[in-house]
């Protein structure tokens, strides 16, 4: 897959805001690389860029909780792993536990070769295995305390088939890495307490999906300032790459978040620095910068 791909589609996919239950209208955004070469090549010949038929968008149902997702500027060649990789950053569910129903039976088949309708609508499933499906439901909807008792932390009680008969270290890395499937979904939806709570357990925020993505990536990715700021508080880098050579920074780039991009440079050194105090006196003088702006705006009028 084309380097940058799946962030540009991610802005495609309105910043994964999923379009129901939950809300959030849809926005739309740039190309992918392999369909924009079309698209540019269409644009240069005075066509429309909607006007090319092999640019479609899909719509990705995840089924264990009911949200739909879209993705934009899919193609007849896209490949069902190069769907997975966008879904990973999109949907923000690891690459690893996602099962695409009808097109699981191989990652290097097309979605033409799947007969794939655009506009249509793919299932996508949590794998059934490990109690992975309560996890992730819990951390989709926010309900630390729910969470909290699914197996993030040594110390605990839950016990899976699998995990039964597991001890030190191999428990050790059992749990640690459902705490970080945890701190990732999370990240995505900007759930700002479980990420907090999650971070002050000692869960790790260098840990990434198997496409190298770390919380900070699906954070950025997603705008979502709160969550970037805890991750950066507690020492996550910004330039960290994932399997593509994506980092934070240029994520926040790819999907045209330039608010984004500034913040996250700003919000680095201030935590890099002299940490929690500067940041919230930083906050504290834009709000008095906004109020005596908005005051004397009224003078004016007045």
């Known amino acids: 897959m084309t380097r940058g791909r799946a962030m540009r589609r991610a802005a495609g996919a309105g910043g994964a805001l999923p379009e129901r239950p939950l809300g959030g ?20 010949a005075g066509e429309p860029v909607d006007s090319d038929p092999e640019v479609f968008f899909l719509r990705v149902r995840l089924e264990d909780t009911g949200e739909v997702f879209r993705v934009s500027n899919c193609c007849g060649d896209t490949t069902v792993r190069e769907l997975r990789e966008d879904l990973d950053l999109i949907v923000g569910i690891p690459f690893n536990l996602q099962r695409l129903h009808y097109l699981d039976q191989g990652d290097d088949g097309t979605l033409k070769l799947h007969d794939v309708v655009p506009g ?51 428990w050790k890395r059992w749990t640690s890495q459902r705490a970080f499937v945890a701190l990732y979904i999370a990240s995505h939806r900007g759930h700002y307490d479980m990420v907090r709570y999650l971070l002050e357990q000692g869960t790790s925020f260098l840990d990434s999906t198997p496409l190298g993505r770390t919380p900070l990536h699906v954070a950025v990715a997603m705008g979502r300032m709160d969550c970037m700021k805890l991750l950066l508080e507690h020492g996550a880098p ?19 978040r330039r608010l984004t991009e500034r913040r996250l440079f700003l919000l680095y050194w201030l935590a890099k620095g002299t940490g929690k105090t500067l940041i919230k006196d930083l906050i504290l003088r834009q709000v008095f910068q906004r109020m005596c702006s908005s005051l004397g705006s009224r003078k004016t009028s007045s």
Not at 25 to 39: F, K, W
Not at 153 to 162: G, M, Q, V
Not at 238 to 256: F, H, L, M, W, Y
Request: with cysteine; glycine share 6%.
């Open 120 to 170: 249509g609508v793919i299932s996508l499933s949590i794998w059934h295995y490990d109690g992975w499906i309560e996890l992730v439901l819990a951390a989709v909807e926010g309900d630390l305390s729910k969470l909290s008792c699914l197996g993030i932390t040594e110390d605990s009680f839950y016990r899976t088939a699998n995990s039964r008969h597991l001890e030190g270290e191999k």
């Open 25 to 44: 209208a849809p926005r739309q955004a740039s190309l992918p690389p392999r369909a924009r070469t079309r698209s540019q090549s269409k644009q240069q």
């Open 238 to 256: 910004i330039q960290e790459k994932d399997a593509k050579g994506e980092t934070p920074i240029s994520i926040a780039r790819c999907v045209n």
